[in-house]
């Protein structure tokens, strides 16, 4: 009896050490799906599957195989590195971990079944890998004169390989001026929203291109990377002045302007005839509003007018590459002075009696049924007059409220015409437009 249970106790063992050679193959091992190639970005887990059918008493086993290094047999892990090791549900899946995928681990993977001849199948484990800039041949931010060409670069790496585009900051359009050839010597303009390339050339360079310009490399795996890079454009300040010649009455306000180009950035300021620098008091208020990375906006405002005040006022702009300076002429003209007390009909609206009065300022109202012939007003200043301009609006504010018709009463109470009392306003009036046409006739003669 003991020696029956010995017998049966081997037959056990034979059969499931040595399954095929019982059965005569009838239960061989097989996959029963093939492995899953993986795409994984940098640093991201990978897990390989293999499912296997009767596998047995064989074993399965895990190599790289294009480095033929074997990476698990079973459930046992043979490679020295840390970050890969193995699992299985039951004897049919077998899994493959690599922890934190770096560029190494790329490659064809392989699973094994030890039978005789061996099978196996294998996976194929792409890395993805972000867009990343090459600092070595990536441009920083340029410094040029105007008129000359500069190319920015932006060379970026990642798998895939990224797509490079280029903005401006400041939602402006880029000018691409190509180079003129031998038959057309024009330069080709071209205005675009975006450019895509790793080089952003920009010949015959203006002011108007000066700013920060950001190449964004994209190759769908995040994070989309950009660069910064700003282009200062380098000239001698420019000043624009809108107006050289302004008039205005005694006891009002005057603005006078002087708009201003220049990078680097100019010192600003303004001088009298006399040569004096003025500055900022009681009686003057200097400013300077930015407009643009290159453009600045000066202005004089001169309170209650002197008779000193009257004269030439010169705006100058200096920095490293030059200096420039102009002159505006400040004149006087007739007209009511803020300080004066003007008896007007009681039709008139009297909540503007004492608004103040600036003279040379672009918001002021047009007068009725009235014009200098001799004005030449741009953007509400006294520009030089020329027997060729037409008359246009003068530099100040009026009531432009219109009396009622009909009758009207009188401070006795009473009644009287419209037409009667108003006789001696319009005696007034014309006389005021001829000392205005002999003052400005005198004028052109000297």
Known sequence: MAERERVLWGLLIALLIYPNDNFGGAFQPEFSSPISNLTIPLGRDATFTCLVEHLGGYRVGWVKADTKAIQAIHDHVITHNPRVSVSRSDHSTWNLHIKGVQLED?????CQIN???????????????????DAEETSGDVMIGEGG????????????????????????????????SIHDKKFKVMTVGEYRGEELRITKISRNDMGAYLCIATNGVPPAISKRITINVHFAPVIHVPNQLVGAPLGTDVA?????????????YWV????????????????????????????????????????SYTCAA????????????????????RTQNVLVPPYYDQEEENEDVIFGSAELE??????????NTVQGHLGLPSSGASSSTPTMKINRRRPPT??????????????????????????????????ITCFRLL
């Not at 790329?106 to 392989?110: H, N, P, R, S, V």
């Not at 990642?158 to 190509?178: A, L, M, Q, S, Y």
């Not at 007068?367 to 200098?372: G, P, R």
């Not at 009188?410 to 009392?421: D, Q």
Request: hydrophobic fraction near 35%; charged fraction near 25%; aromatic fraction near 6%.
């Open 272 to 311: 009298t005839e006399k040569g004096e620098m003025i500055i900022s008091s009681a009686h003057h208020e200097v400013q300077a509003i930015s407009k643009s990375t290159f453009q600045i906006r000066m202005i004089l405002t001169i309170r209650n007018l002197q008779e000193q005040d009257f004269g």
């Open 106 to 110: 790329a490659g064809l993977y392989m």
């Open 256 to 268: 006078l302007e002087c708009f201003v180009e220049a990078s680097p950035k100019s010192i600003n």
């Open 149 to 180: 060409q500069v190319k920015l670069t932006c060379r970026a790496k990642g798998v895939p390989e990224p797509k490079v585009t280029w903005k401006r900051e400041d939602g402006k359009n880029i000018i691409i001026r190509d180079s003129p």
């Open 366 to 375: 047009k007068m009725e049924n009235k014009a200098y012939s001799s004005d």
């Open 115 to 133: 039978t005789d001849p061996m099978k196996s199948q294998t996976g194929l484990l792409s890395i993805e890998v972000p867009p990343d800039f």
């Open 406 to 439: 009909g009758i009207i009463t009188s401070p006795s109470g009473n009644r009287s015409s419209n037409s009667a009392l108003t006789q001696p306003f319009r005696c007034h009036s014309i006389s005021l437009m001829l000392i205005i046409f002999i003052t």
């Open 318 to 337: 200096k920095n490293s590459l030059g200096e420039v300076d102009f002159s505006i002429r400040l004149y006087k003209i007739l007209g009511p002075a």
